[in-house]
């Protein structure tokens, strides 16, 4: 299964919903997709979805997928990406009212360069990114996490 989660904020993201409905119609996507619809208002024709999932249903889906097509939130891929989960992330952009500012594409450009990710930069790539998806390896997510509270540690030890 593909879930497609566009995230909790205010903003829709009816751009990926479009170009995924399109991508099954034409049949270049096969598999069954659920979708976390969030804000947006274009309601998908050709998959399932909700507006908003809770902790646990939001689990279970990714649980049942093998790929994630997100927005450019960090949260949704890393997340997704520590569960094994293949992720296609789309970056909102502000000229469609999809964020603030262009932020995410930062954002992606940096999960992209560490190769845990396919990052989609313009959704008229996204049927080559599907595609290319199905046969890709990508590097484990290994959080800094630790190694951040054990510098903070170490600096102020010498206090």
Do not use: W
């Amino acid at each position: 299964m593909i879930f497609v989660t566009l995230g909790s904020q205010k903003f829709q993201f009816n751009r990926l919903l479009k170009k995924i409905d399109e991508l099954i119609e034409k049949k270049v996507i096969t598999e069954p997709v659920f979708a976390q619809i969030g804000a947006s208002d274009y309601k998908p024709r050709f998959f399932k979805y909700v507006d908003f999932l809770d902790r646990a249903a939001f689990a279970k889906a990714e649980e049942e997928s093998q790929i994630m097509i997100t927005h450019g939130g960090t949260g949704a891929i890393i997340g997704a990406v520590k569960k094994g989960i293949k992720v296609i992330a789309v970056p909102r952009l502000a000229q469609y009212g999809e964020h603030v500012d262009d932020h995410q594409i930062q954002l992606l450009e940096q999960f992209d360069g560490m190769g845990i990710i396919q990052a989609c930069y313009n959704l008229n790539d996204l049927e080559a990114c599907y595609l290319s998806v199905q046969t890709a390896s990508f590097q484990s997510y290994k959080s800094s996490t630790n190694e951040i509270i054990e510098s903070i540690e170490a600096f102020l030890n010498q206090l």
